[in-house]
């Protein structure tokens, strides 16, 4: 396939007040109007192009918007100030009391907990599955259920979900299937494989600089204006709003984007293949031994790769400790949650950014606890780097 969405990026023109190579940045929180009416008119939500307040929207807010829904290949697109705050409002704008959702049970930790332990408070039931087990979702199907959810390349144990045949089964049954994108940007497009929302944590690879906490949910133009609407937007009245002077600074980020995917993948993919190579259990959807090889190579960009993300597994929590500390002490990387940085980071994600799930759920889903997940960066010289981890495996007897 030889779609290439940063073209889309590309494409767009946003010119600043003065003739700016980059647009102006919206420095208000409210905006004024030439006659009451426009302003009543607004607020009712029928003055396309006019600002009310920045909660609801701001002309920066609006740029990036633009140029992730021309990226995701949607209708429009909404910003938040957080991942979380993206999910979070993007579920409770679908489904009320008594309903019904189907989750992978490989997704981010916070959603996890939210599905798990929040949701149900307000009466909102969630079935956990294995998202590659077709069969099992279209059985868990009932008449309250809202959603299907998951993310492309499951955190962490990057598990691929063929989003095709969830959609079949969206379509079928009147189901919205929802799909986190964050570890896999520009290298697969969902909706065009019949998402019909598409989210990101931009805190991740999109921004790429670790300096801010954002999202970003890209959907029909309906969707984004249902989670806007004054009178009951889950994006309007619970608040996660982006501020503009971050959305100005992600926008010039999210530029580079196509470079630094293409290098994070090609840096992944040469890690992943000298740890398979030394007998580690290595775990990248590039590899052909992955069981979702063929079917992430079937939906991707070609351009962009395999994503940044690979995970080992070197037995034990001790060991994974031991080896960490001792990666980040010779300078190949930081200990440290998230990802998509410039610098490699690991963590052990079944002590950290999976610890919602319980060791016994961690256990039924192959989440080991030897496990390291590795973002792995830019290294300019992915060799050296190699050579320097192999040293602290020798050292520790893992090879
Ligand atoms: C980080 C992350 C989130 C949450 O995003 P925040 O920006 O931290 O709120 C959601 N999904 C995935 C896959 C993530 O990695």
Same mark, same amino acid.
């Given at each position: 396939?030889?779609?290439k ?11 600043g ?5 980059n647009?102006?940045?919206?420095d208000?929180?409210t905006y ?7 302003m ?22 609006l ?7 021309a990226?995701?290949?949607t ?24 309903d ?24 909102i ?16 199907v ?18 691929v ?56 949910v ?22 996660a ?20 995917? #293409?290098?994070?993948?090609? +840096?992944?993919? &040469? %890690? !992943?293949? /000298? ?6 259990k290595?775990?990248? *959807? ?10 992430f ?18 037995g034990?929590?001790?060991k ?5 500390? #001792?990666?980040q002490?010779? +300078?190949?990387? &930081? %200990? !440290?949650? /998230? ?9 052990? *994600? ?6 919602e799930i ?19 960066g ?7 780097t190699y050579?320097?981890? #192999? ?9």
């Amino acid at each position: 396939m030889k779609s290439k969405p940063a073209n889309k990026i590309q494409d767009l023109q946003f010119f600043g007040e003065f003739g700016g190579v980059n647009p102006s940045i919206s420095d208000s929180s409210t905006y004024t109007f030439l006659s009451a009416n426009s302003m009543s008119q607004t607020f009712e939500g029928n003055m396309e192009g006019c600002y009310l307040y920045s909660r609801n929207s701001s002309p920066s807010n609006l740029y990036l918007e633009e140029a992730c829904a021309a990226m995701e290949g949607t209708e429009a697109a909404n910003v938040f100030s957080s991942g979380m705050g993206a999910i979070t409002s993007t579920i409770l704008q679908i489904c009320k009391s008594g309903d019904h959702i189907i989750s992978s049970r490989t997704v981010y930790g916070g959603t996890y907990a939210f599905l798990k332990n929040f949701t149900p408070q307000i009466g909102i039931e969630t079935d956990f599955v294995d998202i590659t087990n077709i069969n099992a979702i279209k059985n868990l199907v009932r008449k309250k259920t809202k959603i299907i959810y998951c993310e492309v390349s499951s955190n962490p144990l990057l598990e691929v979900a063929d989003i095709e045949s969830l959609s079949k089964i969206a379509k079928e049954n009147g189901l919205k299937l929802i799909v986190d994108n964050t570890f896999t940007p520009l290298s697969i497009s969902p909706a065009k494989f019949g998402a019909d929302i598409v989210i990101h944590s931009l805190t991740k690879f999109i921004n790429g600089t670790s300096d801010t906490i954002a999202g970003v949910v890209c959907s029909s133009k309906e969707f984004i204006h249902s989670l806007r609407d004054v009178n009951d937007g889950a994006f309007m009245l619970m608040g996660a709003t982006m501020d503009s002077l971050r959305a100005a600074s992600v926008l010039k980020n999210m530029r580079t984007l196509h470079i630094r995917m #293409k290098k994070h993948g090609e +840096n992944a993919m &040469y %890690l !992943a293949k /000298s740890f398979e190579k030394d007998g580690i259990k290595t775990v990248y *959807p590039g590899l052909k031994s992955h069981t979702s090889h063929k079917i992430f190579s079937k939906m991707m960009n070609e351009t962009y790769g395999y994503g940044g993300m690979v995970t080992i597994d070197v037995g034990s929590l001790k060991k994974a400790n031991m080896l960490m500390e #001792k990666m980040q002490d010779k +300078n190949l990387g &930081y %200990l !440290a949650v /998230s990802l998509g940085f410039y610098k490699t980071l690991f963590c052990a *994600p079944g002590s950290s950014t999976s610890s919602e799930i319980s060791d016994e759920e961690q256990g039924k889903m192959g989440l080991s606890e030897g496990l390291i997940r590795f973002s792995v960066g830019l290294d300019q010289d992915i060799e050296r780097t190699y050579i320097g981890i #192999k040293k602290c495996l020798k050292e520790f007897k893992l090879i």
